[in-house]
Structures are given as structure tokens and as C-alpha cells.
């Protein structure tokens, strides 16, 4: 899938209102270089006619043009100090993404085999339940090669439930990689896997619709497990004579 990068939107530095501030600050200095003289021979001498003895005719200007410079540099100073991320096309990266779990890649020859506790009835239910509560904020699935995402709404409490399930998948099913990051306004569930287990993958992405089509408490669970053993998954639990009723 392209991904694409987001800017914020910057105005720039040479905005009118800088230029402005710049301008009057000129204008100060001018009337201040050509009060001097009158301000001398009001003072009666002393260090203001000293320094206006220096100041000839057009020198207004170049003091003007010198506080212009001046003030336009310590705008420029400022704003670097509160956008030091800001590039030179006057644009800056939104901030990226803030990873929350990830686990590590797993080998290749992993094998495709879930070791939750299928005789644990009531747990697993739980962590079902779990999930269609997750999916309740579920935005879109992304598929991508070799994984997809589950974009979710960044609601109070869902990221904990989201860590805890996530890390429970990473505990059973070692086979696939894992990572949790927060984007914005949204929580982005990302799951990959090796190519032996491509159809396991496409069939754990489909969760959100499996448990739509079956509401039944109960019922879920065994459905669940009817599908993701057609896709070929093996249950430790099957293998060891615990059987899923």
C-alpha cells in the first residue's frame, strides 16, 4: 500500500504582518537619527551632540535600513526557536507514528500453531468478547503484501485493551509479527506473517466479519475456530486430545 507523507501548512516567514513589525521598527530609528541633532541643541551638548556630530545627511537612511535587518533577524530567530522541525520549503512533517507494542519477527520456519488454552472455556470467551468490543471502533481492515491493518478510533481505554490483546495473539500465535501504534486520532493494528502462513494471515483479517455474521455467545468461538482450521491453522490443544465442544 503507498503511503503517503502529510504537511502541515506554513505560512512562511516573509508574512506581512513581519514585514510590518519590521517596517515600523525602520521608522523608529529614522525619526530617532533625525531627532538627534534638535535633541542635542536642547540638551545643551554633552553626549547627544557628540553622537550627532557623526550622523550627516542620508545616514537616517542607513540606520533605518540597519534596524529593518535587525528586527527581521530576531523575528527570524524567534520562530526558529519555536519550530525547529520546520524545513526550508516552508512546510513541516506531521508528527509520526508513536509505536505502543511490537514484537519481534518471527523465523521462518515457525510453525503455523495456536497454543491458546482452547479447555479454558471462559477465558477465551472472554478474550472474544473482547475483540467485538474492539471492533466496535473498528474504521477500516488495510491489506497490504504479506499483512494487513485494523484502523480503530482512538477512544479512552480501547488502547489498553488493544495492548492486552494484541500481546495474548503474540503469546499464541508466534508465527505472525505484531505491532500496535497510535496515528493521530487512531489506533493502527498491524499484523504480518511468513508466506506458508498467507492464508492463515487472510483469515485472521476477516475476524471483524466472522463475528459479525455470528452473534451468538458461545457459538462465536467455535465458528471462529471451524474457519481458521479450513485456512489451515493447528491447535496445540487439538493435538493433545483437548477438543473444543
Known amino acids: 500500500m503507498e503511503i503517503t507523507a502529510t504537511y502541515r501548512k ?30 542635542a541643541v536642547a540638551a545643551g551638548g554633552g553626549a547627544l551632540t557628540s553622537v550627532a556630530a557623526f550622523l550627516k545627511p542620508g545616514a537616517e537612511l542607513v540606520v533605518g535600513g540597519l534596524v529593518f535587518a535587525g528586527a527581521l533577524g530576531v523575528m527570524a530567530m524567534v520562530q526558529k526557536r519555536k519550530t525547529p522541525e520546520a524545513s526550508g520549503c516552508g512546510c513541516a512533517p506531521a508528527a509520526g507514528p508513536t509505536r505502543l507494542f511490537e514484537s519481534p519477527e518471527p523465523p521462518d520456519d515457525e510453525p503455523v500453531v495456536c497454543t491458546a ?25 488495510e491489506r497490504f503484501e504479506g499483512g494487513f491493518r485494523w484502523r480503530f478510533r482512538r477512544e479512552p481505554g480501547l488502547q489498553a485493551l488493544l495492548e492486552q490483546l494484541i500481546a495474548a495473539e503474540h503469546d499464541c500465535c508466534r508465527f505472525f509479527q505484531y505491532r500496535l501504534t497510535m496515528e493521530g486520532n487512531e489506533l493502527v493494528w498491524e499484523t504480518r506473517a511468513p508466506a506458508h502462513a498467507a492464508s492463515v494471515l487472510d483469515e485472521f483479517s476477516r475476524m471483524p466479519e466472522r463475528l459479525l455474521a455470528e452473534q451468538r455467545a458461545g457459538h462465536d468461538v467455535a465458528a471462529l475456530k471451524v474457519k481458521a482450521s479450513a485456512s489451515g491453522l493447528r491447535f496445540a490443544a487439538d493435538e493433545v486430545g483437548e477438543k473444543l465442544v
Do not use: M
Open 117 to 141: 488454552p482452547l479447555q479454558d472455556k471462559p477465558t477465551i470467551q472472554r478474550g472474544i468478547d473482547s475483540y467485538r468490543a474492539a471492533f466496535c471502533e473498528l474504521i477500516t481492515t
Open 10 to 39: 506554513n505560512d512562511g516567514f516573509w508574512s506581512r504582518q513581519r514585514l510590518a513589525w519590521a517596517g515600523g521598527a525602520a521608522f523608529v530609528g529614522c525619526a530617532v537619527s533625525c531627532s538627534l541633532p534638535l535633541l
